[in-house]
């Protein structure tokens, strides 16, 4: 018998409640049972119930809580949160298309897994207890409880199947969404791959997740010369191109002139080292308790790129007991360039203040450095400049075309884009299949462009394209400053938003060339498709 016979949805600013009406014919006795699960473990409680009504009908929703009603009277208000943890554990009820299978290459060996790995709504899922094994961890589980484990050396995760919510070393942490499939637990790579202390990069061409072991990996610098390819500079070094991506965090295979690009290097014959095993360009340093890439980097006289590159690092996370190889500072570049930058990520909390004082410059210059204006806000997770002018290569002038148009320009966001619209800019978009003209408002974004509809008016044009709200992307083309770029537009508002009376809550997801997504820090194939024809 079906619990549920319909359905409301309202809107919040921690996502949305779903307000579940319950048959009245079902009594309240029957209906407090349903919370219990039977003595057969295929019964399902009113926790799976909810569960899988929710995730059959709102998938692409973000759900704060549930609320279940009889009639007027509300009877429960349950966090969501709390609905995952109990229910059975969470699985993928669609069936995985040939083009969402994707490769796992492990220090440049692919990896041949029981359930093959795939992508959804542009997060990379890979099994748990094989990418594990094949970096010499091991997994547990708890079937009473649904709990997982994953241990490594001093990396100690668990979490419950289905809750948002994990425990790493003791400590709570946001667990993302995850599924078991054919008996294996699939969870985004990007996640488990940087708790398991593996780089993790991605092949859009060959739709291949790199991974490699964090493992020191001696480098030089290489500056890109005229007619430069991935390909040549490859053969050239006797390495491949996925290493060269892999070490230099690149999303395009796109390269400048003048670009630097940190290649492995052949190891010396007969390199002299001392008695800790340094060598006359490096030293050993092992990571203590406090220590942080910024003081690590202001103690040996070096940058935190310079660390980051020469140990391929991808995050800022540091464990206690890990083995990092400084440069000496006399090979530290003399006149950094502005390829050179040190560079700041912005942790939650940070203000302009409170870095500047961290990093012993001013707050003008954070401000000078990266372009901002004084009531500019940061963004958790945002790369900013700290020691020189952030890079700002330019291929258009603003000025050029005197009106929208249904076809842009291709902008790289991260060398362009993201220094032509900025926080706060207002900027007109086109349909590209439709020509329907709407206005937006830039809040803000790292990875992306995180934009809001100006109007109730151009809130109406965007649901009169995407006919409902859904993740799947339009190619629209960006209008400002006399500039037409390509891009790609989500139709799905979420999390905050700042823009008063436009009839929507939360903000949609623009995306240029080589944006990244948020789930996997990695480029979105399906964005990058629409970015393409927004420029045909």
């Known amino acids: 018998m079906n619990m ?22 079902k009594s309240l006795v029957e209906f407090a049972k349903e919370f219990e699960h039977g003595d057969n473990e295929k019964d399902e409680s009113l926790y799976d119930r909810i569960h899988k009504y929710v995730k059959k009908n709102f998938s692409n929703l973000k759900v704060a809580n549930v609320k279940l009603v009889v009639g007027s009277l509300l009877l429960v208000s349950i966090p969501f949160a709390n609905v995952s943890a109990f229910a059975n554990s969470p699985v993928l009820e669609q069936s995985i298309s040939k083009e969402q299978i994707i490769n796992v290459k492990l220090d ?70 995850h599924y078991s499939i054919n008996d294996s637990t699939m969870v ?3 996640f488990i791959g940087e708790i398991l202390g593996l780089n993790v990069g991605w092949d859009g061409e060959s739709k291949t ?53 940190a290649l492995p290097k052949k190891p010396d014959s007969n390199p002299e080292r ?9 030293k050993t340093y092992t990571v203590q308790a406090g220590d942080s890439l910024w003081k690590i980097a202001n103690k040996f006289n070096t940058s935190i790129d ?20 400084i440069p000496n500072p006399t090979i530290t570049e003399t006149n950094p360039t502005t390829d050179n930058v040190a560079t700041y990520i912005v942790q939650p909390g940070d203000t302009v203040n409170s870095i500047a004082k961290k990093v012993g410059t001013s707050p003008e210059n954070i401000l000078k450095y990266n372009y901002m204006d004084s009531d500019e806000l940061l963004s958790a997770g945002e790369t900013i400049s700290v020691s020189a002018y952030a890079p700002r290569n330019y291929t258009i002038t603003p000025g050029q075309e005197a009106a929208p148009l249904r076809k842009g320009k291709i902008v ?17 978009i086109t349909d590209v299949d439709t020509g329907l003209q709407f206005k937006v408002k830039m809040m803000g974004g790292y990875n992306h462009s995180d934009i809001e509809p100006l109007t109730a008016a151009d809130t109406q044009v965007m649901k009169q394209l995407f006919g409902t709200w859904t993740w799947a992307p339009r190619s629209v083309v960006i209008f400002h400053d006399g500039i037409n770029i390509a891009a790609s537009l989500a139709g799905m508002p979420h999390a905050q938003d700042t823009v008063a009376n436009n009839n929507v809550t939360g903000h949609f997801d623009l995306y240029l060339s080589n944006s990244l997504s948020h789930n996997t820090g990695m480029p979105s194939e399906s964005h990058e498709k629409m970015v393409q024809k927004a420029a045909k």
């Open 4 to 25: 549920f016979i319909g359905h409301k949805l309202e809107g919040t600013e921690d996502g949305y409640n779903i307000i579940l009406q319950l048959d009245p014919n």
């Open 412 to 428: 790289d966001w991260f060398r362009e884009g993201q220094y032509l619209i900025k926080r706060n800019d207002v900027f007109t």
């Open 209 to 261: 997740v790199i991974l490699t072991t964090g493992g020191h990996i001696a480098t030089e610098t290489y500056t890109v010369q005229s007619g430069d390819s991935l390909w040549k500079i490859a053969n050239k070094f006797n390495t491949s191109i996925d290493m060269i991506r892999s070490t230099n965090n690149l999303t395009s295979d796109v390269l400048q002139v003048g670009q630097k690009l």
């Open 188 to 190: 985004p790579v990007k």
């Open 274 to 282: 001392d008695d800790e095993g340094n060598t006359g360009n490096m």
């Open 108 to 177: 440049n060996e692919i990896q041949h897994y029981s359930q093959n790995p795939f992508v959804i709504n542009g997060t990379a899922y890979v099994p748990l207890g094989e990418i594990t094994k094949s970096v010499g961890g091991t997994t547990w589980s708890n079937v009473e409880s649904k709990t997982i484990g994953v241990n490594k050396g001093d990396v100690k995760l668990a979490f419950v199947m289905g809750s948002s919510t994990a425990r790493l070393n003791g400590k709570s942490i946001p667990m993302p969404e």
């Open 306 to 325: 310079m660390i980051k590159i020469t140990n391929n690092l991808t995050s800022d996370f540091l464990q206690v007991g890990q083995k990092l190889s």
